[in-house]
């Protein structure tokens, strides 16, 4: 069965660094999310993205965020300067269809940020 | 904005015994999903509800979205320790926004 991979599953970095989370979404589909959930937490949207454009974000997605499809299959997102409260797992997610909130999201396993 | 909370937020049963989950949005859901997330892992769709009061079952689990569309539960018969998780409720929160609720860890003992 296809499937959202993620890499890397745990990353270590210093306040202030760069990061850069990736994600391979399921190949057909056409819509990408980022979500965060920290440590026994919800699971809170960040960011969806189509046709190489964001479609929608939360307040939580300020300008130290973005995300890019760099190529045909990977999708990303980059926190620009990271704050001890960026830490949290990251899951990228994706659906088939036309977007509606309908279609089921299939998430991929995580990307554990520590920010330190 | 839009807010949805789970009740209860933990629940710790034997197994055999029964397990509900309430989910409660403040505002009308065109349709509400239910997730389940296993310690250490990701969410994972179990179910979609869209129409006033339906009911669907998957074998031991039983789900119905209210009749004002505002809120749902989740309902597992004689639960097995393989239940063990956290499930979540979520509803759009815009055109492609999911709104997860607040969840409730299920721990089962053999």
């Known amino acids: 069965e296809p499937e959202v991979t993620q890499t890397p599953s745990h990353q270590v970095t210093q306040m202030g660094q760069e990061v850069i989370l990736r994600c391979v979404p399921i190949s057909n589909h056409l819509y990408f999310y980022w979500y965060r959930q920290i440590l026994g937490q919800k699971v809170e949207f960040l960011v969806s993205f189509y046709n190489n454009e964001i479609s929608e974000k939360s307040e939580i997605f300020d300008d130290q965020f973005s995300v890019e499809r760099p190529d045909g299959s990977n999708f990303t997102l980059k926190i620009r300067s990271t704050k001890l409260e960026d830490s949290a797992m990251y899951f990228c997610a994706s659906t088939l269809g036309a977007g509606w909130s309908t279609d089921t999201q299939y998430f991929g396993p995580g990307t554990r940020l520590t920010v330190l | 904005g839009q807010q949805v909370m789970q009740i209860p937020q933990y629940q710790h049963v034997q197994e055999g015994e029964d397990f509900t989950t309430y989910c409660n949005s403040s505002?009308?859901?065109?349709?509400i999903q239910w997730y389940k997330q296993r310690p250490g892992g990701h969410p994972v769709f179990l179910i979609q509800l869209v129409k006033s009061g339906e009911v669907k079952k998957q074998k031991r689990l039983t789900f119905q979205f209210g009749e004002a569309k505002k809120n749902s539960s989740l309902h597992i018969t004689a639960t097995q320790t393989t239940d063990v998780g956290t499930y979540f409720c979520?509803?759009?929160?815009?055109?492609?926004?999911?709104?997860f609720g607040t969840g409730t860890r299920l721990l089962v003992s053999p």
């Open positions: 505002t009308t859901l065109s349709n």
């Open positions: 979520a509803g759009p929160g815009g055109f492609q926004k999911l709104v």
